[in-house]
């Protein structure tokens, strides 16, 4: 079955750090371009960040800049969203999706596959 998987939410408290993963199931990830998503309570689902996983060149919304990272498993089959300094804005459910080429993309609608979402809630 062709799927991608999210896994690493959690509730946690300002200032602290999750990683999540994006699993891709019954496909490759090779070139490929995955993009992570958050929709935040009450808003649109909006892009957080994405990476090319041949060049593994990653880009970023300036919201997250310099506390999130996203890296590549060895094996190109995971995908990585490290984040640090947790703040409550960026609370919500952060999805994954992937998207054939080498070109990322806060598009939501030129990802043809997605996952189904992980939950972050960050709250003191």
């Known amino acids: 079955q062709v799927q991608l998987v999210e896994s690493g939410g959690g509730s946690v408290q300002p ?3 999750l990683t999540l993963s994006c699993a891709a199931s019954g496909f490759t990830l090779e070139h490929y371009s995955i993009g992570w998503f958050r929709r935040a ?4 689902r ?9 060049s593994r060149r990653a880009v970023y ?3 997250v800049k310099g506390r999130f990272t996203m890296t590549v498993g060895d094996d190109r089959s995971v995908v990585y969203l490290q ?21 990322c993309s806060y598009v939501q609608r030129v990802y043809d596959r997605w996952g ?7 709250s003191s």
């Not at 960026?90 to 994954?96: E, F, I």
């Not at 189904?116 to 960050?122: E, I, K, N, R, S």
Request: proline share 4%.
């Open 83 to 103: 984040m640090n300094n947790l703040k409550p804005e960026d609370a919500g459910v952060y999805t994954c999706a992937a998207r054939f080429g080498n070109t």
């Open 41 to 44: 309570p009450g808003e649109q």
């Open 15 to 17: 200032g602290d750090s």
């Open 116 to 122: 189904q979402g992980t939950q972050v809630t960050v």
């Open 61 to 63: 919304v300036d919201s």
């Open 46 to 54: 909006e892009g957080v960040s994405c990476i090319h996983i041949s």
